[in-house]
C-alpha cells in the first residue's frame, strides 16, 4: 500500500514512517521541515510542503492509497494570539488535505487526534456516579487542593479510565482544532463514502520526542534538566494520573489502522484511544527518569498551571478489540531507555 503520513518529519511521524517502511508500504512524506531526521534512510519520499497548499497536498497525494494525517501545531502555545496559526494549521489544513483527498478519489483516512479532547477524565462519586467535575478553581489550587471534587455534593472523587464515547469537552485552542480535524474527517467521510479511524494519543513519549520548546512534553522537560544536572520540578503534588505511551507503540497503533481503514464502514471515522492502559502519575515518572540518569531527586513544587488536567487516563480496550492492537514498550523500561538517552 502507498501511504502518504503528514507530519513525517516529526515526533510521532518519523516513527509511523520507519514502521510503515518496516512492513513493506511504500510512504509518502509532505511536511514543512527540510530538516533532515529520522526517516533519511527509509526509503520514503520526501515532499516539503505545507498542508494547507492544494498543489502541494496534490502532488503527494499522487498514487496514493490512505492518508495517514499527523501534521499539525501543537502544545500550548505561549497566548491565545497564537489561536489563529493553530486553527490555520490543524483545520484549515485538515480541511485542505480532506477536499483533496475527495478530488483525487482518495477514501482512506488515519487522524492523529488527542485525549485532550476529553479535557478532564473520568471521575465517579460513591454518591452520585460518574460526574463531570469542571475546571479547577484558582483558590483551590493555591490552597494545595488539587483534586476535583463532586460538583453534586462535593465529596471525593475516584478518577477511572476514560472511555472514546466520554463527553467531549476541549478546553484550549489547541485541543478545540484536535477536537475539529475529528469533526471535518467525519463530515467528509459522510460526503464522500470515506473511512477514517482517530486515533486518541494520549501522553507519547520516546526516542526524539521535542525538547527544549514550549510544546515539549514533561518527560522531554524533565530529562532535560537532568541533564542539566538539576532535579525535576513536579507540579502539584505530583499524584496526576496519565497514560503513557511510547512512540514505536504509537506508530504501531498507526501501521495496524492504516491496514485495516480499508475494511471498515464507509462514511464514518470511528474514534480509538491509545494508551498503554498503565496508569501511572507524573511524580513516578520524574522518579524512573531521575534515577535512571543518576541525578538529582524530583523536587515537588506544590506550583500549578490553571487549565492543567488532574487525572486522564486511558481505556484502550477498543482499539485491542477491533484491531489486536496492544502496547508492548512497558513504563519502566521504556522511561529508562528515554532517560538514558544522551540530550
Ligand atoms: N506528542 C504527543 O504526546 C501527542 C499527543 C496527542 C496527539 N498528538 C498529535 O500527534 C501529531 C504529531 O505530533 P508530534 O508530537 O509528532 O509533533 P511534531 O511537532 O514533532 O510533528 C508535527 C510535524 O508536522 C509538521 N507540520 C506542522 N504544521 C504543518 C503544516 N501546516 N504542513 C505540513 N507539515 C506541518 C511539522 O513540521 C512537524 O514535523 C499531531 O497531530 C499532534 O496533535 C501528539
Ligand atoms: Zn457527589
Sequence with gaps: MRVLVTGGAGFIGSAI???????????VV??????????????????????RDPDAVRNALTGVDAVCHQAAMVGLGKDFADA???????????AVLLAAMAECGVRDLVLAGSMVVYGEGRYECPAHGVVR????????????????????????LSPGLVGEDAPLDPRNVYATTKLAQEHLGAAWA??????????????VYGPGMPRDTPYAGVASFFRSSLARGEAPRVYEDGAQR??????????????????AVR?????????????????RTVGEMAQVLASTCDGPAPVVTGE?????????????????GELGWAAEVGFVEGMAAFGAVAV
Design 133 to 156: 467535575p469542571g475546571p479547577r478553581a484558582a483558590a483551590d489550587l493555591e490552597a494545595g487542593r488539587f483534586e476535583p471534587r463532586c460538583p453534586c455534593c462535593g465529596g471525593e
Design 30 to 51: 509532505l511536511d514543512t521541515s527540510a530538516l533532515p531526521g529520522a526517516i533519511d534512510g527509509t526509503g520514503a519520499l520526501r515532499c516539503v510542503g505545507d498542508v
Design 304 to 320: 500549578f498551571r490553571l487549565g492543567d488536567v488532574r487525572h486522564v487516563t486511558a481505556d484502550s480496550a477498543r482499539l485491542r
Design 84 to 94: 489563529p496559526a493553530y486553527v490555520s494549521s490543524n483545520d484549515v489544513g485538515t
Design 263 to 279: 475494511g471498515r464502514a464507509a462514511g464514518a471515522v470511528t474514534a480509538f484511544n491509545v494508551g498503554s492502559g498503565d496508569v
Design 242 to 259: 496519565r497514560d503513557f505511551v511510547h512512540v514505536t507503540d504509537v506508530a504501531r497503533a498507526n501501521a495496524v489502522a492504516l491496514e
Design 17 to 27: 514512517v520507519t514502521e510503515l517502511s518496516e512492513r513493506g508500504h511504500d510512504v
Design 190 to 203: 459522510r460526503a464522500t463514502g470515506g473511512r477514517g479511524v482517530a486515533l486518541r494519543y494520549h501522553n
